[in-house]
């Protein structure tokens, strides 16, 4: 059964703490994976897409990576603005038949 | 441009009562989606619409139905609701559906509408 897991499901830092949250996944025919970020109170808003092992993005303090079974997102000195919700989605599957699986999230605090 | 727009925020429902709820995009993608969002797990995807008038079944559609005859809208009814519908709402959308193209759109989402069935 294809599956994604978060981990950890929240993490408390303080300011200036570097950290990184893990999505690891058991899915066949990957196609992308997305990283969101949720506010309280809001939608999830589009971070980055990754496509293969091996592939980096970057956004700020923020820096997403891929591996064949597991995607880190690393927070480099965060502040406290930095506090939220990240979720992690795959998209698997064929050209007729494809899904995206959503992870539960992991939940950021960064205090000052 | 406002994006994705639901309403309303907050409903409260009695078991047995039906309502809407409202989506629209002013985007113009061709692809719409609705989402229930509970706590522990991930999103879940309800119903989905790769342009007007077509729409199709996503992971949890019992109890809900959608159509879409306008590429801006795509609402969502609950057509008895029960407390198993309570939970959190979202319409996403994007230019494509994901993964059909090479190029994988990312969703667009609003901020979601609170439903309480008591």
């Known amino acids: 059964e294809d599956q994604v897991t978060q981990s950890p499901e929240a993490l408390r830092l303080q300011e200036g703490e570097s950290s990184s949250l893990n999505c690891s996944y058991t899915?066949?025919?990957?196609?992308?994976l997305f990283w969101y970020r949720q506010d309280p109170g809001k939608g999830p808003e589009f971070l980055f897409t990754?496509?293969?092992?091996?592939e980096e993005k970057e956004k700020e303090r923020l820096k997403a990576t891929l591996t064949k079974k597991e995607s880190f997102l690393h927070i480099t000195a965060p502040k406290p603005e930095d506090s939220a919700t990240y979720l992690c989605?795959?998209?698997?599957?064929?050209?007729?038949?494809?899904?995206?699986?959503w992870g539960a999230g992991t939940k950021l605090i960064i205090k000052p | 441009n406002a994006g994705v727009t639901q309403t309303p925020k907050f409903q409260v429902l009695k078991t047995g009562q039906s309502m809407t709820l409202q989506c629209a995009q002013d985007?113009?993608?061709?692809?719409m989606s609705w989402y229930r969002q509970d706590p522990g797990m991930g999103l879940r995807l309800i119903h989905y619409?790769?342009?007007?008038?077509?729409?199709d079944q996503g992971e949890v559609p019992n109890g809900y139905n959608v159509s879409r005859s306008t590429t801006e809208d795509f609402p969502l009814r609950l057509l008895s609701a029960a407390p198993s519908q309570t939970s959190v709402y979202f319409c996403?959308?994007?230019?494509?559906?994901?993964?059909?193209?090479?190029?994988?759109?990312?969703?667009?989402f609003g901020n979601g509408t609170r439903l309480t069935v008591t």
């Open positions: 619409s790769v342009g007007a008038g077509i729409t």
């Open positions: 989605a795959v998209q698997a599957g064929t050209d007729s038949n494809y899904q995206l699986i």
């Open positions: 990754l496509y293969s092992a091996g």
């Open positions: 985007m113009n993608h061709e692809y």
């Open positions: 996403a959308s994007s230019y494509s559906r994901a993964g059909s193209s090479s190029y994988n759109s990312p969703l667009h």
């Open positions: 899915v066949s025919g990957l196609r992308g």
